[in-house]
């Protein structure tokens, strides 16, 4: 698994997550498609779907644009976020595969009723893509993740 952080905006990131043998990715909050697509071009990714964190345009504003420029894939949200450009709304606890990576999706609503956080491993490492959830205050364990964040 790796992941590609893409400073956008003033103060905010995108990411590109990958499979290194399979080069087979996603996009998540690529709120600067010229910006994506350069880092994108540079490692040699095939991305297959964008996904937003939630609706806001500092994480989806370039879903439509980005989406169109990579022939079309499907952009992922959360169910009843009303995330521009989503063609799959994506429910609590549900996985996906990019490559060889699983990919579950974690209903945070903390920021947005729709919020939604992604979970990726590729059976050893693991990493959380929380868009603007902020968690203040303990540590909360999600045992059938083993995660705690």
Excluded at 64 to 89: K, M, Q
Excluded at 123 to 147: W, Y
Aim: one cysteine or more; a negative charge.
């Amino acid at each position: 698994m790796e992941v590609v952080i893409i400073p956008v905006l003033e103060d905010n990131f995108a990411y590109l997550l990958y499979d290194k043998t399979t080069l087979e990715g996603m996009v998540i909050d690529g709120v600067e498609p010229v910006k994506v697509l350069g880092v994108v071009e540079r490692f040699g990714v095939h991305v297959h779907c964008i996904a937003s964190t939630h609706h806001h345009w500092d994480h989806s504003g370039g879903n439509i644009e980005l989406s169109a420029r990579l022939g079309g894939i499907p952009v992922l949200g959360g169910e009843g976020d009303d995330v521009p450009g989503v063609s799959r709304p994506l429910v609590h606890r549900e996985k996906f595969h990019v490559g060889s990576l699983e990919v579950q999706v974690l209903q945070t609503p903390c920021h947005t009723k729709g919020h939604v956080s992604y979970f990726a491993t590729d059976g050893s490492r693991r990493a959380v893509f929380t868009g603007d959830t902020l968690f203040v205050g303990k540590s909360v364990l999600i045992p059938s993740l083993n995660l705690v964040v």
